[in-house]
């Protein structure tokens, strides 16, 4: 899938030192310092340089001299500091391992520099580097309503895969949405996606891109919050700032129903908590404002797309499947180059006993045994990234 739509921005580079290991290393690792953070890593990769930080981990480049290429390596912080912790990282390397999709980034190498399961501590993952993320983009320039279309049917298109093998991402937001200088998108990030359940945890995705069912305590959402947050990313690639930019939970939900308006009975009665249903009888009487005057900067066709995308009622609103087939799309869409795949294989998913060393153990042998899906490994590096 090709797009002529240049994106670029440009990525400062950090400089590193090579120094003698302080820990114990397989053989055919190398020791070194980014920004005051110790890497080892195999010597296959060079040229490393700090490109971000964040709670989960530490990215930077590197030159991957077996493939050719330029990759991002992450190093997880903490990744068996408690089971939360530890399950975000089974559920990460787990989920990456078996996916197999254009628009979702793939997982090139998957490695620990320690020799045993006794002293495993760290963890690397490697995928293809790309441009920025689409934060960055729309932080520093203005997109046309042609890349903003490629844009959002590449999220959906990667996110119908998704869902397919019954995952719900639960955090996407243009942070989580690499893009490249020809506008090919994948979606990264997937430490808070989970299996479809019976009851689903609240805190899910950053607060701006966060669906009403989940802040209201909907606790059998399903996919369709996903999508939702594309509406979202789709609304903040046109305007440049967030839809909904709550200040908290409240005032998110009262931002919601200001553009909305206050939902109908029929959604009340799938709320199951008392204390949200009396803390939206509460709110006076809100009318959905015009979406067509609201965003007046969008085409019909855009804005009948986003009306449906941001539905109140997860149970009305549309699918990813169906919003393919939106006529928005009509110059992309084509069902036979939109996969699905098998359900997503999860041994843990509803083991509520599991330990943190049987976690840990099952990780460490994933590594171990990793060898990337060959047909990910084509998708996504079949070209080189540019890297500005």
Request: hydrophobic share 35%.
């Amino acid at each position: 899938m090709r797009s002529s739509y240049p994106l670029s921005l440009n990525w400062s580079t950090l400089f590193f030192r090579q120094m003698s290991s302080a820990k114990t290393c397989k053989s055919g690792f190398v020791s070194l310092q980014l920004n005051q953070v110790e890497w080892c890593v195999p010597s296959r990769y060079k040229e490393l340089s700090m490109i971000g930080y964040g709670a989960y981990g530490t990215v930077c480049s590197a030159h991957d001299t077996r493939l050719n290429r330029r990759v991002a390596i992450k190093k997880l912080s903490r990744p068996f500091e408690n089971i939360e912790y530890t399950k975000r990282t089974y559920r990460e390397i787990n989920i990456l391992s078996q996916m197999d999709h254009e628009n979702i980034v793939c997982l090139i190498d998957a490695f620990s520099p320690q020799t045993s399961l006794k002293d495993f501590t760290d963890i690397y993952l490697v995928t293809p580097l790309m441009g920025a993320d689409l934060g960055a983009i729309i932080e520093t320039q203005s997109l046309s309503d042609e890349q903003i279309r490629f844009l959002v049917y590449q999220i959906l298109r990667g996110l119908k895969y998704m869902h397919s093998i019954g995952l719900i991402h639960r955090d996407l937001k243009p942070a989580n949405i690499a893009v490249n200088e020809d506008c090919e998108l994948k979606i990264l990030d997937f430490g808070l996606a989970r299996q479809k359940q019976e009851e689903m945890t609240g805190y899910v995705a950053t607060r701006w891109y966060r669906a009403p069912e989940v802040m209201l305590n909907w606790m059998h959402y399903n996919e369709s919050v996903d999508v939702w947050s594309v509406a979202c990313i789709m609304a903040e690639l046109r305007n440049r700032t967030p839809l909904f930019k709550g200040g908290n939970h409240i005032h998110q939900i009262q931002l919601i129903l200001n553009l909305l308006g206050k939902p109908d009975e029929e959604f009340m009665r799938k709320i199951n908590s008392p204390e949200a249903c009396g803390f939206i009888r509460d709110i006076s009487k809100c009318e959905p404002q015009n979406l067509y005057t609201y965003f007046s900067n969008f085409s019909s066709d855009a804005v009948d797309l986003l009306q449906k995308m941001l539905h109140l009622d997860p149970d009305r609103r549309l699918t990813a499947a169906q919003a393919l087939a939106h006529r928005y799309f009509a110059s992309y869409h084509d069902e036979s180059d939109e996969p699905v795949a098998e359900k997503f294989d999860d041994p843990f998913q509803d083991d509520s006993s599991v330990t943190l060393d049987q976690l840990k153990e099952a990780v460490w042998n994933t590594l171990e045994n990793f060898v990337p899906n060959l047909n990910s490994l084509h998708l996504c590096t079949s070209e080189e990234t540019s890297t500005a």
